[in-house]
């Protein structure tokens, strides 16, 4: 099980003082907070992926490799790839590149965004984004597994004899995670190929997720990739704590009701009621985490938005910390009765061992 966070990059007002950080100023936060990552024992830092204020991170990989240099330990991630605006030979470069600084610390989860003049900025037509998303991809894993690729399809031109640099750090494409927040066509796409999804349930009711992920998980044994139980799952969620649960509620309702995402809207004790949204104790949020398992199945990553609602970085970095404390209490609770078909989530080392364990196998049958 994979624990980290997880931010989108936005500059927002602080609601209580009416500051907003400048650009730089978020930016660096969002480097303090992978740096942070690492220091408490989380597994992931992820950024998103934006082109329009009020978000920064329009370069992921020019950012997770400036973290990359700073960390050792910390898979660097993205929460959003645009696979749809993004042109799939540049995201098989660049993530190839960023896999060989990091030394194998990558992955990427593929997403439409959520910003819909984001299209024609780059050319492209939103009205074609579910066929976009599989085409696209469907070349991405082409290209990183085949040295040589003749291509052609609808929605940029040819390739002819073209080999995409560098090739993937061992020969092993970064893992793939697909994001949905309501597409059940994304699902489908994972399932395909085998991948991760995630399912980023930070605004919608649980039922919702549920049926998305249970889509991928049936189709994922359809495919033949293992049982529904082996299929692999990320979700999200968010929180604020304080070691009082009163004192949580006090300091953050002025966030949540002015925020851009949350505010004029639902009450927050009806969006917690609806949402992982939890405001409260340290164990208030052991124990709505822990209940995502009886929702979804045991699943392999689970993220946390901690910077939002323009929450102070220094507030931020404290909500860390305590995520920290109360991180030893997650993995106990989700290993605990964890069937040993489960398995872990990927990474480049799980990945190339497998690899490695087929070709053996391959070599043997052969031999026989």
């Known amino acids: 099980m994979q624990f980290g966070i997880f931010t989108v990059g936005d500059v927002t007002p602080d609601p209580t003082t009416g500051r907003e950080p400048s650009e730089n100023e978020r930016i660096k936060a969002m480097v303090t907070m992978a740096l942070k990552a690492e220091e408490i024992g989380?597994?992931?830092f992820a950024t998103g992926e934006h082109h329009n204020p009020p978000f920064v991170p329009s370069s992921p990989t020019t950012m997770l490799g400036w973290i990359a240099a700073r960390t050792e330990k910390l898979i660097l991630s993205t929460s959003t790839t645009l696979i749809t605006t993004n042109d799939p030979v540049k995201i098989a470069e660049d993530f190839a590149m960023l896999q060989?600084?990091?030394?194998?610390?990558?992955?990427?989860?593929?997403g439409r965004g959520n910003t819909g003049?984001?299209?024609?900025?780059?050319?492209?037509?939103?009205?074609?984004?579910?066929?976009?998303?599989?085409?696209?991809?469907?070349?991405?894993?082409?290209?990183?597994?085949?040295?040589?690729v003749d291509w052609e399809g609808r929605f940029r031109t040819p390739l002819q004899g073209f080999t995409s640099t560098p090739r993937p750090l061992d020969g092993v494409p970064p893992f793939v995670w697909h994001g949905s927040i309501r597409s059940p066509e994304i699902a489908e796409q994972a399932a395909f190929y085998g991948d991760g999804f995630f399912a980023n349930n930070i605004?919608?009711?649980?039922?919702?997720?549920?049926?998305?992920i249970n889509l991928y998980r049936q189709r994922f044994e359809h495919y033949g990739h293992g049982t529904a139980s082996q299929a692999v799952v990320g979700v999200g969620g968010q929180f604020f704590m304080r070691k009082n649960s009163q004192d949580a509620v006090r300091e953050f309702r002025p966030y949540f009701d002015n925020a851009p995402v949350y505010g004029h809207g639902p009450s927050m004790e009806e969006f917690m009621a609806e949402t992982p949204l939890t405001v409260g104790s340290p164990q208030e949020v052991i124990d709505k985490t822990l209940s995502y398992r009886e929702t979804y199945g045991d699943?392999?990553?689970?993220?946390?938005?901690?910077?939002?609602?323009?929450?102070p970085l220094k507030t931020v970095l404290e909500q860390m910390d305590l995520l920290g404390e109360i991180l030893p209490a997650l993995r106990a609770g989700f290993a605990e009765g964890r069937p040993a078909e489960v398995p872990?989530?990927?990474?480049?080392?799980s990945l190339l061992a497998a690899r490695n364990t087929a070709g053996l196998a391959t070599a043997n049958a052969q031999e026989v």
Do not use: C
């Open 299 to 311: 699943y392999q990553r689970q993220l946390f938005l901690v910077d939002h609602a323009g929450l």
């Open 117 to 148: 003049p984001v299209y024609p900025w780059f050319g492209k037509d939103i009205r074609q984004g579910i066929p976009m998303a599989i085409e696209n991809y469907a070349l991405l894993h082409k290209l990183w597994r085949e040295d040589v």
């Open 344 to 349: 872990d989530a990927p990474n480049h080392a």
């Open 42 to 44: 989380l597994d992931v």
């Open 203 to 212: 605004f919608w009711p649980r039922t919702h997720f549920q049926k998305l």
């Open 100 to 110: 060989h600084l990091a030394d194998g610390r990558v992955d990427l989860m593929m």
